[in-house]
């Protein structure tokens, strides 16, 4: 047998090793399946809920509280904020990626220009004088294109546009938390108002109530201790009155926080108007619609799709690629020759390349981005879920809310009336004390219950409207204006 005829057959041999060695991806799958809406079943918690076409929250939806002042206050948060700098940069730093992702598509040309002074050492001189000059002179371009045959590179550049868009929907949502969280603090500014107006009350009744036993102990209806346990009620209602005018001041810090601004900006906000709680309806079309007036859950399909699109650009590096370089310049060491003939040069250089074996790192890679996969359908189903659940909570609390309100208003009214009685009784000298102590402490807790289910009332309407996205649609986003693909690779 010839050597080239061995020759030939190693060759083929080796070749044959190599193509099936070649990095594959074969066994690597995703697991992540998307939940569908239609299949979270809810009819049950919902029976019974009014529902309307038009019950979706308008973008102002704070305005149907009814206290204009609020509608300035999250007016500024959502201008000074902080957290809406931050959802800001990070929806820049989306932005600046996807404008890279895209610029790695196009060709590269780069041109350059220089000019060299030399002089030679002894020991470099040929003539051996150690005293030659030389001037090099050099202009060129070169170019470079990979050539995405796979489509790899577009598939990069559209993961991170969704990426992109996610965080410009980050934006809405954040803009969505922060004017929720603004009006859930407004209302508990409100509900510190109430509280220290009540027990400012409680102290003024409490100081009554020491003077008629004064002037009981005076005439000698009330003992001494009787006397002792009414200045020990005043006492402890004083006492309340502080804790509520720390609990007043700390919601103001709260609110100013959210502000964007210093402890000082909350003393300037009046107080609060009563709020109204928004009316118990729901939209006919839930829970299908809800998938687009979440921004949580838009932004979550989004990075499904993202992710998606990154697995099939990974796939691509398993294939071959191929890149075409290319350079032309002139080099002289005289002026007058700079552009002649002899200084020109030039190369192109077309590269065709194949991953034959790389230790696993590109089966490491693209397991990892179906890890990511898995992750953001997880996420969005989880989100999913959640979102469901905080419709849910919110209206079936809101269903009953009003009813204990009515209840409670009553039992505060029937208290009112037997403090009234038992103290002017008291004040005639024929009352019992302890008839007095304990109406006295069903008023004030009677008082304080109505107050919280009010607060309550209110708390659950902003949340309702947080949990049915605030009046985001995604047509609202200049970026944005396509709806996300099928959840599904």
Not at 235 to 244: F, G, H, K, Q, V
Not at 327 to 333: P, V
């Amino acid at each position: 047998m010839s050597s080239k005829t061995l020759r030939t057959g190693f060759s083929l041999v080796l070749l044959a090793m190599t193509l099936a060695g070649c990095a594959n991806y074969s066994g690597l799958n995703t697991e992540g399946v998307s939940l569908e809406a239609k299949n979270l079943k809810a009819g049950q918690t919902l029976s019974g809920v009014k529902l309307s076409p038009a019950s979706w929250p308008k973008s102002d939806w704070w305005k149907s509280l009814g206290d204009p002042q609020l509608d300035g206050l999250i007016r500024e948060a959502l201008h000074d904020s902080p957290d809406m700098q931050i959802a800001d940069a990070r929806a820049h730093q989306a932005s600046a990626a996807a404008y890279a992702a895209d610029a790695a598509r196009m060709p590269t040309v780069d041109a350059s220009a220089g000019v060299t002074r030399s002089r030679l050492a002894r020991d470099q001189d040929p003539t051996g004088q150690g005293d030659t000059y030389s001037t090099l002179r050099n202009i060129g371009a070169s170019f470079n294109y990979n050539f995405d045959l796979w489509g790899g590179q577009r598939d990069a550049w559209e993961a991170a546009l969704g990426q992109a868009r996610a965080a410009e929907i980050d934006q809405q949502a954040a803009q969505l938390t922060l004017s929720a969280d603004v009006a859930r603090a407004y209302s508990d500014l409100g509900q510190a108002h109430i509280v220290y107006d009540l027990s400012a009350e409680d102290l003024k009744r409490t100081r009554q109530m020491l003077d008629l036993s004064q002037r009981r102990l005076s005439a000698g209806i009330d003992s001494q201790y009787q006397f002792q346990q009414t200045e020990s009620l005043e006492a402890t209602s004083e006492a309340n009155l502080i804790d509520a005018e720390k609990r007043l001041q700390s919601a103001k810090i709260a609110l100013a926080v959210l502000l964007g601004k210093g402890p000082d900006r909350g003393n300037e906000i009046a107080r609060p108007k009563v709020l109204q709680a928004s009316a118990v309806a729901l939209p006919s079309v839930l829970p299908a619609e809800l998938l687009g007036r979440r921004p949580d859950l838009v932004a979550a399909r989004w990075r499904v799709e993202a992710a998606s699109k990154n697995i099939d650009a990974g796939k691509t590096r398993f294939y071959p690629n191929l890149n075409l370089s290319a350079a032309a310049g002139a080099q002289s060491l005289l002026g007058d020759a700079m552009f002649g003939s002899a200084s020109r040069f030039f190369n192109v250089g077309p590269t065709i390349s194949l991953p034959i074996f790389d230790g696993g790192r590109l089966r490491a890679d693209l397991d990892s981005r179906d890890a990511d996969y898995d992750l953001a359908v997880a996420q969005y189903n989880k989100s999913l879920v959640k979102a469901l659940g905080d419709v849910s909570d919110s209206i079936n609390q809101l269903r009953d809310i009003g009813r204990q309100i009515t209840a409670q208003q009553h039992a505060t009214d029937i208290a009112q009336d037997s403090y009234n009685t038992v103290v002017q009784r008291y004040g005639s000298g024929i009352g019992n004390y302890l008839d007095v102590l304990s109406i006295e402490q069903q008023l004030l807790q009677a008082q304080r219950q109505l107050a919280n289910l009010n607060a309550e009332q209110i708390d659950l309407s902003i949340q309702l409207m947080q949990a049915l996205g605030g009046g985001f649609t995604p047509d609202t986003l200049a970026s944005a204006n396509t709806s996300p693909a099928t959840l599904s690779h």
